[in-house]
């Protein structure tokens, strides 16, 4: 019987060998660091070059994302409400008719016949029906009185064709306006109002508005409005128009919340005197209702087309406040940007300076393709590099030996 000279390793030493075998890949992974060769490169323009991107870098997460962008802190918008009250008397003298008028009093127009409805027969009213109409037409034509047709609406008719010129109430100019604003920040828990600290009840019986000497008084002469926005009151007066108050919370909880107080602004926004289209449509702003009574039994009316300015108050707000988790994002993403400056730099060093080759073999190594040797069951391709490295290490010495 044949008997091999080569001894098997028994089962023992293959468990034993995939112990080892384990436990010194789990040894490199924990205990050993790898890291990229660097290349220290000396060159002026490539340095310079460098520098200033980097600094660009610099300036750009220092100037734009801390200081303008406020990337260290987190943000919070505000919800809230606004009250608003006027206050103001007018007197008119219009041909000997004295009249006092408080905010609840508007101007109606008189009110004659529609000439639109004019007719000859009751041929001439039939199947007409106006969306701008006065009110539902019979089918008659009332020949022998006004020649028009018979309408069922409210009498006299609604003729809003003259409008006073100047405006009849041009006394609510120095009418008064109180605003009563109120914000919370819910992911800070931070409540504000407009009577900020130092605004109690006899402060406001004595302020009004000045952008500069009394900023956050919150009550306003209308025609101090209606000039911040651009206006002129006594146009703006005649057909209407809108004005824009934007009541502005840009807030730094960083610093003390009483710090925190609104800035106020104003826009107009349709009205404008200076426009020079005359046929535009829909001129200014006004609006009809009318107030029902009952007299000899009989239900009537009284309506109102009113032209007047209508306020809209915007309310806008942003609270900051310093916050970990946003400052170390930007920072990361600061330190990732200072990548640029090695792209580049690698980009001019690789194309387009004259030793751009002699930069390339520096860079990258590039290694010969080597046979592998047959690898024990369980010796890993670490080790087999090892040996190489070894041999070639002997190689080179040897020529310096001999010398």
Known sequence: MYTSGVERPSSLQRSSKMKSFITNTLSDFFFEYETPRQVLVRSRRVGVVCRL???????????????????????????????????GVGYTNVTGEERIWDVADYVF????????????????????????????????????????CEVLAWCPVEDDSSIPDPALLMSAENFTLFIKNTINFPAYGVMRCNLVEGIDNQYIKSCLYDPKTAPLCPIFRLGDLVQMSGFNFAAIAKVGGAIGIIIDWTCNLDHDQSDCKPIYSFHGLYGNPDEADTARASVGYNFRYAKHYMEDKQEKRTLLKVFGIRFDIIVRSVARKFDIIPTLTAIGSGVGIFGVATVVCDLILLYLLPKREFYNNMKFKVTETMEKEPLDEFKSEKEVSKKHSEEVLVHHEAPLSET
């Open 53 to 87: 991107i980097q600094l660009g870098v610099l300036a750009y997460i220092i100037g734009w994302v801390f200081i303008y962008e406020k990337g260290y802190q987190s943000s919070d918008t505000a919800v809230g409400s606004v009250l608003t009250k006027m206050k």
């Open 109 to 148: 127009p008189v009110q004659p016949p529609n000439s639109k409805n004019r007719c000859s027969s009751d041929a001439d009213c039939e199947g007409r029906s106006e969306r701008t109409g006065d009110g539902h037409m019979t089918g008659k034509c009332l020949v022998n009185t006004t020649k028009m």
